[in-house]
Structure formats: structure tokens, C-alpha cells
């Protein structure tokens, strides 16, 4: 199986397992990026593919409900915020796994469906997530 058609599965994976579980924990946006308001924060989240490997991340922050501004003025409204504007962020599976951790989809299994495990493995992971949002502050940029 080429690269690109691991890709394509694993992103069918994750449209069929992963985003109706964001929507159920109230999460809005499209793939890659989602946010939901979590009483006085936005919690974030974006999925990031390897470039070299057949792999993914999810990564988390938290900033304002009311957006936030750049460290040269400009001001990004809720809606537009992304992850990779911020400092501080978890990749999900890291505490757990003790390491900087990736969801690596490149070897199939013998029974199963890997695409589907690895979509399963993060909600298992769901809970560092909601532990993380909750003590972590929001980020100001300016």
C-alpha cells in the first residue's frame, strides 16, 4: 500500500471514528482543526501528519474564549485560532507514553484494521486531554 493510500484510510478513520467523538464532546470546526468553549477557555486541538512517515499527532492548547492577539497587534477572533499559534501545547499520548508521541499507522496488522486501532487509541487517550485543558492556563501572546 503506497503512502497516500495509507493516508487516505487513515483520514477515513478519523472522519468515521475520531470527529463524532469531538462533536460529542462539543468540539467545532473541520479537519484538521476543531475548538470547543470550555467555561472561561477555548480548548484546541489539530491533528499534524509526518511528512516522512505514515504517522500522525494530536495536538492540544488552550487560549481565550475571546481569541487572542499576536505579538504584533493583530487580533485572531475565536473562530481562527489554531494550536500552532501557541507555545503551550500536549501532544496526546505523550504523558502516558513518557515520550514526544506519534499515532504510527505504517505497519498493517495480521487481524485488525490499524487505521481504525489507532483512531481507537486516541480516545483512549481522551482522558490526558480533558486533564490537560484543565490545568493548564490560557496563553497570552501580546
Given at each position: 500500500m503506497?503512502?497516500?493510500?495509507?493516508?487516505?484510510?487513515?483520514?477515513?478513520?478519523i472522519k468515521e471514528i475520531i470527529i463524532p467523538f469531538l462533536r460529542n464532546k462539543g468540539f467545532k470546526g473541520s479537519f484538521?482543526?476543531?475548538?470547543?468553549?470550555?467555561?472561561?477557555?477555548?480548548?484546541?486541538?489539530?491533528?499534524?501528519?509526518?511528512?516522512?512517515?505514515?504517522?500522525?499527532?494530536?495536538?492540544?492548547?488552550?487560549?481565550?474564549?475571546?481569541?487572542?492577539?499576536t505579538s504584533d497587534g493583530e487580533l485572531i477572533k475565536p473562530a481562527k485560532c489554531q494550536v500552532p499559534y501557541?507555545?503551550?501545547?500536549?501532544?496526546?499520548?505523550s504523558i502516558k507514553n513518557r515520550r514526544d508521541y506519534w499515532y504510527d499507522f505504517d505497519k498493517?496488522?495480521?487481524?485488525?484494521?490499524?487505521f481504525k486501532k489507532r483512531a481507537k487509541e486516541f480516545i483512549n487517550?481522551?482522558?490526558?486531554?480533558?486533564?490537560?485543558?484543565?490545568?493548564?492556563?490560557i496563553e497570552l501572546l501580546n
Open positions: 503506497t503512502h497516500k493510500e495509507k493516508r487516505e484510510k487513515m483520514d477515513k478513520a484538521p482543526h476543531f475548538r470547543r468553549e470550555n467555561n472561561d477557555k477555548l480548548n484546541l486541538l489539530n491533528f499534524q501528519f509526518s511528512l516522512y512517515s505514515s504517522s500522525f499527532v494530536v495536538n492540544i492548547a488552550n487560549c481565550s474564549v475571546n481569541g487572542m492577539t501557541l507555545k503551550n501545547r500536549l501532544r496526546v499520548g498493517q496488522l495480521i487481524f485488525g484494521d490499524i487517550n481522551w482522558e490526558e486531554a480533558e486533564q490537560w485543558w484543565r490545568n493548564n492556563d
